[in-house]
């Protein structure tokens, strides 16, 4: 016991490690996809305005102007959509990863458990 006792705890405490890490990183992944995200919005945005006055200052008929933008636009939407598509599954990922980190730790815990309260004939 005196063997298998420092070894569980330091398995633990490995295990409690890893899964903070894998958080860290997934937190991480997170803040730069939202700020990415921002950053995608603000540039539509932009180039909507930019084509906006371009197009009132050059007179260039509004009809071709405005399905420009839309392209632009169709875009943007697009380039959005494959980076929430990336951040479900990295974030499905990180959930797998802690639920089998979790699952570890509680199979361990139980085979402690067990094995201090068998009787030692």
């Not at 990183?25 to 906006?52: C, D, E, H, M, Y």
């Not at 636009?73 to 598509?85: F, G, I, K, P």
């Amino acid at each position: 016991m005196s063997v298998v006792f420092p070894q569980w705890s330091k398995s633990l405490q490995e295990s409690q490690a890893g899964a903070e890490q894998t958080f860290k990183q997934a937190a991480r992944s997170l803040f730069w996809t939202k700020w990415t995200l921002v950053a995608s919005v603000l540039v539509s945005l932009g180039i909507a305005v930019f084509q906006f006055n371009e197009s009132r200052s050059a007179g260039i008929d509004s009809a071709a102007q405005a399905e420009k933008s839309n392209a632009i636009l169709r875009q943007q939407v697009e380039l959005q959509r494959q980076a929430l598509e990336h951040q479900a599954k990295e974030a499905a990922a990180m959930r797998e990863s802690v639920e089998s980190l979790r699952s570890a730790i509680a199979t361990q815990s139980m085979r402690t458990r067990t094995s201090t309260s068998t009787p030692v004939q």
